[in-house]
Structure formats: structure tokens, C-alpha cells
């Protein structure tokens, strides 16, 4: 996962408002984070052309989301409140506000639903092949080309990018005779990179199992 490895400027930014902050419990925190994918969700579910904002402010709330989901664990560190219950209650409500995201974009009019059917089974057998490593006791594995944080900055890019180059018809290309719109062929990329990051994170806790 590329952008793990740059968690410790995250902290940077991260640290200051997380000391800002400890006052406030970190599971309400992660209960912001899902009201906020739900937000973003419903604005991706009701775009129209009409609206073509709704694109900008739904990548707007998963910008927030991102923020809450980053910061709850933080606080609860800085906190000493950090526990397994937490943790728990964090990674739940992580594949939750993943679902309500990309089901949003499914289920309205930015993509045909085969393409984001595929990516939704990408994006959650990635978390899935990651939390069954530790399930099975083998260290939760992070690795591979497609996790959380990736997909969000994708989305957030791809929201952008479609809101800012709507006016100007370059929100979609033909690829194979098939006319793809910006969201789908992020969806596309879901898909791929979700299911190739599952494969490899399983063929690893396979390898590292059959050693014990």
C-alpha cells in the first residue's frame, strides 16, 4: 500500500489537530466518519446534469470522511483510550461507509451497475483477505496496490476532476468502442486492483499458514 508509507507526514498535519482534541471521544468520531460517507453517498446517488455540483460536494464529504477516519485512532492514542472494541468499531465502520459510498455512485446515474458491482466486490475482499490475516493469526496484512487510503484519494481526484471538466465534454473516452465516463473507469480500476490486491494479501497468509 503506497501511501502507508507516508504516514508519518500524515502525522504532521494530523497530531496538532488530534491534541486539539482529546476531549472528545474517538468512537463518536468514527460515527462522524459513516454520517459523512453517507452524505457523500446520497450526493453522488442523486446527481443529475443539472446538478453537476453534487459530484464536487459528494468528493468534498469524502475528503471529510478521510479526515475523521484518520483522526479517530489518533485521538484515541494521544488519549490512551485506544482498545480492541475501538478498533473494531473503526474497521466496521470503514467497510460501512465504503458500501454506502460506492453504492451511491452504483445506484445513481454516474456508472452502469455491472462495472460497479465488480468494484464493490473488489474493494471488499481487499478489507476482507486484510482483517482475515489477523483473524487467522497472521499479522493484518496492509499490502498490495489498492487499499483504503488509495481508493479515497482516487475518489476524491476522479470527483474533482469530473466536476472542474464537465463544462468542457472531457469526462469520458472510448475505449474499445465503449464509451467509459471518468467514475466508471475508476470503478474499472476498483475492480482490478481490488481483486488482484485480495488474490495477492491471500496467496500471503496461505504462505505464511502453511509454515505453521
Same mark, same amino acid.
Not at 99 to 107: N, P, Y
Not at 130 to 144: C, I, L
Not at 172 to 179: G, N, Y
Given at each position: 500500500?503506497?501511501?502507508?508509507?507516508? &504516514?508519518?507526514?500524515?502525522?504532521?498535519?494530523?497530531?496538532?489537530?488530534?491534541?486539539?482534541?482529546?476531549?472528545?471521544?474517538?468512537?463518536? =468520531?468514527?460515527?462522524?466518519?459513516?454520517?459523512?460517507?453517507?452524505?457523500?453517498?446520497?450526493?453522488?446517488?442523486?446527481?443529475?446534469?443539472?446538478?453537476?455540483?453534487? *459530484? +464536487?460536494?459528494?468528493?468534498?464529504? *469524502?475528503? =471529510?470522511?478521510?479526515?475523521?477516519?484518520?483522526?479517530?485512532?489518533?485521538?484515541?492514542? +494521544?488519549?490512551?483510550?485506544?482498545?480492541?472494541?475501538?478498533?473494531?468499531?473503526?474497521?466496521? =465502520?470503514? &467497510? !460501512?461507509?465504503?458500501?454506502?459510498?460506492?453504492?451511491?455512485?452504483?445506484?445513481?446515474?454516474?456508472?452502469?451497475?455491472?462495472?460497479? *458491482?465488480?468494484?464493490?466486490?473488489?474493494?471488499?475482499?481487499?478489507?476482507?483477505?486484510?482483517?482475515?490475516?489477523?483473524? *487467522?493469526?497472521?499479522? &493484518?496484512? !496492509?499490502?498490495?496496490?489498492?487499499? &483504503?487510503?488509495?481508493?479515497?484519494?482516487? +475518489?476524491? +481526484?476522479?470527483?474533482?476532476?469530473?466536476?472542474? @471538466? !464537465?463544462?468542457?465534454?472531457?469526462?469520458?473516452?472510448?475505449?474499445?468502442?465503449?464509451?467509459?465516463?471518468?467514475?466508471?473507469?475508476?470503478?474499472?480500476?476498483?475492480?482490478?486492483?481490488?481483486?488482484?490486491?485480495? @488474490?495477492?494479501?491471500?496467496?500471503?497468509?496461505?504462505?505464511?499458514?502453511?509454515?505453521?
Amino acid at each position: 500500500m503506497v501511501l502507508n508509507n507516508y &504516514r508519518e507526514q500524515a502525522d504532521f498535519f494530523l497530531k496538532p489537530l488530534a491534541k486539539k482534541m482529546l476531549h472528545v471521544n474517538p468512537d463518536f =468520531i468514527s460515527w462522524l466518519s459513516l454520517l459523512c460517507a453517507l452524505i457523500a453517498g446520497l450526493f453522488f446517488y442523486f446527481y443529475h446534469e443539472e446538478r453537476s455540483f453534487f *459530484v +464536487l460536494l459528494g468528493g468534498i464529504f *469524502v475528503i =471529510i470522511n478521510s479526515l475523521f477516519d484518520a483522526l479517530d485512532g489518533k485521538i484515541a492514542k +494521544l488519549a490512551g483510550k485506544a482498545s480492541l472494541r475501538g478498533d473494531f468499531l473503526d474497521h466496521s =465502520i470503514d &467497510r !460501512y461507509a465504503d458500501i454506502l459510498i460506492l453504492s451511491g455512485i452504483i445506484l445513481g446515474p454516474l456508472v452502469r451497475t455491472w462495472i460497479g *458491482v465488480l468494484a464493490l466486490i473488489g474493494v471488499l475482499m481487499t478489507s476482507y483477505m486484510g482483517t482475515q490475516a489477523d483473524a *487467522v493469526g497472521v499479522s &493484518r496484512d !496492509y499490502g498490495g496496490i489498492a487499499g &483504503r487510503a488509495e481508493r479515497l484519494v482516487l +475518489l476524491i +481526484l476522479f470527483s474533482f476532476l469530473y466536476f472542474f @471538466l !464537465y463544462d468542457t465534454g472531457f469526462t469520458s473516452l472510448h475505449i474499445l468502442e465503449t464509451e467509459l465516463n471518468l467514475f466508471e473507469l475508476l470503478l474499472i480500476w476498483f475492480a482490478i486492483s481490488g481483486n488482484m490486491t485480495a @488474490l495477492y494479501r491471500g496467496k500471503n497468509t496461505w504462505d505464511q499458514l502453511s509454515k505453521k
